[in-house]
């Protein structure tokens, strides 16, 4: 198994800076979404839904629909992406390049998806919510600014399942809801 990390270097400050390899976020991305976020131990009284307002359910509810209906489309036009990464990666022998964001927008989209991820064990629901609407944001000003055909959509699309799966995954297991029938 190779390193996730593509070079470790100190800083200016003294401190450690760990450079992510374009293969091992592959891999973070994958595990992700082949594997769901760990789920706390729930008691019986606690199965209840957890109070939120009904701004956040909707905010929640539609940044999962957002993800669904720009995969549903980028499918439609034939522009679903079958190949399997990590594959091609090592076919490549491609290990050590460090992590590349093409766009900010998507750069903000996928630090949201790994802070989210960051925290998911200790962070309370009100610190998930405030993550959640920062991740939903930053996903609608990604698909908001690029059109579905474009270049830029590919590597958008790309990022939206593991979106999908962590807000499907904060809605109902983290905070005991059900997803809205339609939209």
Known sequence: MQPIWSSIRTNDDGWLEFVISQYGIEQWRQRLIQQSLPTLEVTSEHKLPLP??????????????LCCRWQNLHHQMGLWETHDQIA??????????GFQVPSPHLHTLIHGLLDICDRWDEAKPPQLLQQANQLIQA??????????ASPAAKEINHWLAPTQIVLKQLLHERLSYHMAAHF
């Open 139 to 148: 996903l609608e000003q990604c698909t908001a600014i690029t059109r579905p």
């Open 52 to 65: 939120i307002s009904v701004e956040n359910l909707w905010k929640l509810q539609s940044g999962y629909e």
């Open 88 to 97: 091609s990666m090592e076919a490549n022998n491609v290990f050590s390049t």
